[in-house]
């Protein structure tokens, strides 16, 4: 799956952001082209994004509001209010949305990047999706804040770096962000290659594990997230 992200062009401080308080990691990350900000956040344990009561309660002022939003989305209406793309139809089951108990359906917030590039505001978030219903759902959303209020995207270049939220457990997303060690051998391997002046650079590591991805390599499969989407 070849795609490309928004090339940055700075050595940028990276933040992690656990139990309410920011963190400074003891690293930073190289990154290709003009992005401003760029930030990680690490969500504490357990942090939910949970169901609206109804659509006058959405503000998207954020992208935990957002989601939130999204998951409580019980008409096309309010569908395409979250989204930068309108449809005029989805495949979204919205009476069973409306239906479902917020302490059935949720999601549980894991990590999140945050971002300035080409003049705009951009986030995204990886998740897990809690389902009463259904097995446990690993994802990421790409939101973009426009108009002062964000929304889903699905913009190209962000899609690269979309993919590997979703697919790279945390543990491992902890490791790269913070140009650490883990315990896979394989991605050992792909961080110290990379590293230039004690920083990490994010694109050429991108790259190596989109590659690495579709490969039948079991040692690095194990960085995985079992609950991801694609499998």
């Known amino acids: 799956m070849k795609s490309k992200i928004i090339y940055l062009s700075l050595i940028i401080n990276c933040a992690l952001w656990g139990q309410e308080q920011q963190m400074n990691c003891a690293t930073t990350l190289l990154i290709n082209q003009n992005v401003n900000n760029f930030k ?36 096309l209406d309010w569908y395409n209010f979250n989204n930068e793309g309108k449809k005029e139809k989805t495949n ?34 990886k998740y897990y999706l809690h389902d009463k219903n259904k ?14 209020k964000w929304v889903i995207i699905s913009e190209t270049e962000v899609s ?21 060690e883990s315990d896979n051998i394989t991605l050992n ?3 110290i290659a990379n590293r230039v002046n004690n920083s990490i650079n994010l694109n050429n590591v991108l790259n190596e594990l989109e590659e690495k991805l579709s490969s039948n390599n079991t040692t690095f499969k194990q960085i995985m997230d079992p609950y991801r989407l694609f499998k």
């Not at 939101?143 to 002062?148: L, P, R």
């Open 40 to 75: 990680v956040f690490k969500y504490p344990k357990n942090y939910k994004s949970l169901k609206l009561n109804g659509f006058d309660e959405v503000t998207n002022t954020t992208p935990e509001n957002l989601l939130s939003s999204v998951i409580s989305a019980s008409n």
């Open 92 to 125: 979204q089951d919205f009476e069973a949305i409306k239906k479902t108990d917020s302490k059935d359906y949720f999601l549980e917030l894991l990590y999140k990047v945050h971002f300035q590039a080409n003049g705009s505001e951009y986030a995204i978030v």
């Open 135 to 148: 097995e446990l759902l690993g994802y990421a959303d790409a939101m973009k804040k426009m108009d002062n």
């Open 160 to 180: 690269q770096l979309m993919f590997f939220m979703i697919m790279i457990d945390t543990k491992y997303i902890d490791a790269i962000f913070n140009n650490k």
């Open 189 to 191: 391997k792909i961080i």
